[in-house]
C-alpha cells in the first residue's frame, strides 16, 4: 500500500514545474539544449497516449497500484488492484477487478470491494486470497476503520455459482485483527495480510506486515475457523534497520523442478521463499530458508542478505508484488506493480498512472540460492512476425537493428558467447554496488568485454535510446556479469525518473550462454537476464522514439567481439484488456 503522502510530492514535483525552461530542440547544440524536450511535442505524445501499453495490465484510466487478491477459480483468473475511479494520483481506493481465462486478455468488473463498513470506511488497502477447503474463497484485506486506524478485515464471494464472482459481501464481526496497547501493534502501521496457510495443528496462520521503530516485522496471526485471530506470542520474522514492511509473502518452493506448490504444502523437498516490500526504499527484496511450523519461525539459509541490498524480484520498478498457486497449472505466478517514471503532472495529463509487470512464473533456482523467473507461457500467443538470425559475430563498437518487428512492442530474445576474455576490465574493489556500476559505466562508456546487448525505444540518430546490456568484468581471477538497464538517454523530457538500474547475474559467461529477453510496450521495457536470474523493468517516455519511429538494435560497445549465437524477435500484438 502506498501512504497518503502523494499530495506533498505533488507539490513538490508542480514547484519543480513551474521553473520549467521552455527550450526547443534545434535551439542549440549547447548540451543542454540536448536533454531538453519541446513542450508542444511531449503534450502530443502524453494526449495521444504513446506511452499506454499494448499488452501489460492497466485499466482505460486513473491511477492503479498493488496488485490485490489474485487467484483462480473454477478456471477463471482474477485480479483485484487498489485503483482511484477519480483520477491519476493515489486516492479513494477501492478494489477494483478483472477476471481473464489466460492471464493475457482481461475483462473488467465492477470494483469488489470498497467502504462500506465501519471497519473500512476510510480505505480498503491490500489483501490477499485464500482457497479455503473445498474450493472457496475468501479475501483477507486491510481496512481503515473511522480512527483512522489499519485493521484486518474479511470479505467472501456472494454468490459461488457467479464464475465471476462479482460480488463481494464484508464479514460482519470485521475488523478481526487489531492494533491495541495490550498487544503494542502501531496501528498507522499494521497492514497487507497474506494468503493464509494451514498447519499441521489444523490452524490457519497470516502474517500482517508492520513495523516497531526501524524493526521491519511480519506479525503473525493464527484461527481454526478464520473468524477468531489470535496473535502469536512472536512474529514469524523480523529484521532490524529495514522500516515498514509493505504487502508481505510468504510460500513453499520445489526444490527439485519448476512446479509451483500450495501455499500449505509441506515436505523435505520444500524450502520457503518471504518477500517483503520495503516502504523505505520502494523495492521488494526476497529471501529463501526454511520453516519451522511448530515454533512459527522463519530462518533465512546462510548467506542470505535481509534488507535493500538483499534480492530483488526485480532491480528497476517492481513493488507490492504478491504470488498465487495456479493449481490448474501447477505454477507459482507473481504479479507486481510497476510505476510510472514519470511526473505527476505528466500522469495527470495523460490521465493513467501505473501498470501491472507481466505476469511471471517464479520457482528456485538449482543453486537453491536464488527464484528464477520468467514470463508466463501465454504470452506468447501476442507474438507475430518472427525474426530470426542465423549465429554472427557482433564486432566490438558495432550495432545491428533487427528490422521486421514493432520494435515499440515486442518480444527479444538474444543469446550472446563471449570468448576474447583478453579484454575483459578488471574490478579491484571487494563491494561494488551494481546499480551504481551501471551509472558510472552507462552504455556510452565504452568497455572492453561489454557493453553488449539492447538498444530498445532507439530515435533516428540515437538522440534518444533506452540500453539494455551486460559487461563483464573480472574480479579475483573470477568472471563477474553486470546487468544494467540504463535510463539516463532514454528520454529528452528531463522530468522523468532516470535512475540507471543494475545487478549483478550470476553465471560464469566462459561456461553458459548469456541471455537476454526484453519485452518491449510503448512505455516499459521488462528484461530477463541470464534466463531468468536477474530482471530489470524500466518505465521510459521518449519524445522521438515513439509509435512507428522507434528502433531496435542489437548493440557492443566494448573492444572485444561477442558473438551472437541466436536471435528471435516477434512483434507482439495488442491484448484485449478491460
Ligand atoms: C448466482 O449466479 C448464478 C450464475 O451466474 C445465477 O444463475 C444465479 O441466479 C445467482 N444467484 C443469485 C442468488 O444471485
Ligand atoms: C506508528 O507508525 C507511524 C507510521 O509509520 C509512525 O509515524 C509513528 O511514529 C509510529 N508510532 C510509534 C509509537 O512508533
Ligand atoms: C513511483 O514513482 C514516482 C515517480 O518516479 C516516485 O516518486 C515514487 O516514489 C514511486 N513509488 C513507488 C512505490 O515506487
Ligand atoms: C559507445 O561509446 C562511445 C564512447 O566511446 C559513445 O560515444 C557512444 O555513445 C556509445 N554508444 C552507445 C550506443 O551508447
Ligand atoms: C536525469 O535526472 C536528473 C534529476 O532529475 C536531471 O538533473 C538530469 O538532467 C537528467 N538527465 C538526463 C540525461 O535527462
Known amino acids: 500500500m502506498t501512504t497518503p503522502s502523494i499530495s506533498v510530492s505533488f507539490l513538490f514535483i508542480y514547484a519543480l514545474f513551474l521553473g520549467y525552461n521552455v527550450l526547443e530542440l534545434e535551439a542549440s547544440h549547447h548540451i543542454f539544449a540536448r536533454y531538453q524536450t519541446s513542450p508542444k511535442v511531449l503534450h502530443k505524445a502524453l494526449v495521444n497516449q504513446a506511452y499506454r501499453t499494448g499488452y501489460h495490465f492497466q485499466p482505460p484510466k486513473n491511477w492503479i497500484n498493488d496488485p490485490n487478491g489474485p487467484m483462480v477459480y473454477k478456471g477463471i483468473y482474477h485480479l483485484f488492484y487498489q485503483y482511484n475511479p477519480k483520477g491519476a494520483v493515489w486516492g479513494n481506493i477501492v478494489w477494483a477487478h478483472s477476471t481473464s481465462t489466460d492471464l493475457v486478455n ?51 464471494p456472494k454468490n459461488l455459482s457467479d464464475p465471476y464472482l462479482t460480488e463481494w459481501v464484508k464479514y460482519p464481526k470485521n475488523p478481526l485483527m487489531l492494533a491495541t496497547p495490550m498487544n503494542r501493534i502501531n496501528g498507522s502501521a499494521f497492514r497487507d495480510p497474506t494468503t493464509a496457510w494451514l498447519g499441521p495443528d489444523k490452524l490457519w496462520r497470516v502474517l500482517v506486515g508492520s513495523r516497531d521503530n526501524r524493526v521491519g516485522v511480519a506479525y503473525l496471526y493464527k484461527s481454526k475457523d478464520f473468524d477468531h485471530w489470535n496473535l502469536a506470542k512472536e512474529p514469524l520474522h523480523s529484521v532490524e534497520r529495514t522500516g515498514m514492511w509493505e504487502c508481505p509473502d510468504f510460500f513453499p518452493v520445489n526444490t527439485d523442478g519448476f512446479e509451483g506448490l500450495d501455499t500449505s504444502a509441506r515436505g523435505k523437498r520444500v524450502k520457503y521463499v518471504l518477500k517483503i516490500s520495503l516502504d523505505e526504499t520502494k523495492h521488494d527484496y526476497y529471501t529463501i530458508g526454511t520453516y519451522d511450523v511448530v515454533k512459527d519461525k522463519y530462518f533465512p539459509d546462510k548467506g542470505m542478505v535481509e534488507g535493500d541490498e538483499g534480492l530483488r524480484y526485480d532491480y528497476g520498478k517492481f513493488y507490492a508484488s504478491k504470488t498465487f498457486f495456479d493449481d490448474e497449472k501447477k505454477r507459482r505466478i507473481l504479479w507486481g506493480w510497476t510505476n510510472e517514471s514519470s511526473s505527476v503532472k505528466d500522469d495527470v495529463l495523460k490521465g493513467w498512472s501505473g501498470i501491472q509487470a507481466i505476469p511471471r512464473s517464479v520457482w528456485l533456482d538449482k543453486s537453491g540460492k536464488k527464484l528464477l523467473q520468467w514470463p508466463i507461457k501465454e504470452i506468447e500467443k501476442l507474438r507475430e512476425n518472427q525474426v530470426n538470425w542465423p549465429s554472427k559475430i557482433l564486432e566490438g563498437g558495432s550495432k545491428l537493428e533487427v528490422i521486421g518487428v514493432t520494435a515499440g512492442q515486442a518480444d527479444v530474445e538474444v543469446s550472446f558467447e563471449v570468448s576474447d576474455l583478453k579484454k575483459v576490465e578488471v574490478l579491484k574493489k571487494k563491494h561494488y554496488n551494481p546499480q551504481l556500476l551501471c551509472s558510472k559505466n552507462s552504455a556510452s562508456v565504452r568497455g572492453g568485454l561489454g557493453p553488449f546487448g539492447f538498444l530498445t525505444f532507439a530515435s533516428n540518430c540515437l538522440r534518444e535510446y533506452t540500453a539494455v546490456f551486460f559487461r563483464i568484468y573480472n574480479h579475483r581471477n573470477k568472471h563477474k556479469v553486470l546487468m544494467c538497464s540504463d535510463q539516463s538517454r532514454s528520454s529528452l523530457n528531463k522530468h522523468n525518473d532516470n535512475t540507471t538500474y543494475g545487478a549483478f547475474v550470476d553465471l560464469d559467461p566462459t561456461q553458459e550462454k548469456l541471455s537476454l529477453r526484453s519485452l518491449i510496450d510503448r512505455s516499459i521495457v521488462e528484461s530477463f537476464g541470464g534466463g531468468g536470474k536477474v530482471v530489470i523493468s524500466s518505465r521510459v517516455y521518449p519524445t522521438l522514439a515513439i509509435d512507428n519511429q522507434i528502433k531496435l538494435f542489437v548493440f557492443n560497445n566494448g573492444t572485444a567481439n561477442v558473438k551472437i549465437t541466436s536471435l528471435n524477435a516477434w512483434s507482439m500484438k495488442k491484448a484485449q484488456i478491460n
Open 106 to 156: 482481461w475483462i473488467s468488473h465492477k470494483p469488489a470491494i470498497f467502504p462500506s463498513q465501519q471497519a473500512d470506511i476510510n480505505g480498503c488497502w491490500s489483501g490477499s486470497a485464500t482457497i479455503l477447503p473445498g474450493g472457496k474463497p475468501v479475501m483477507l484485506y486491510t481496512g481503515i476503520d473511522p480512527s483512522e486506524r489499519q485493521v484486518q478485515n474479511l470479505a467472501m
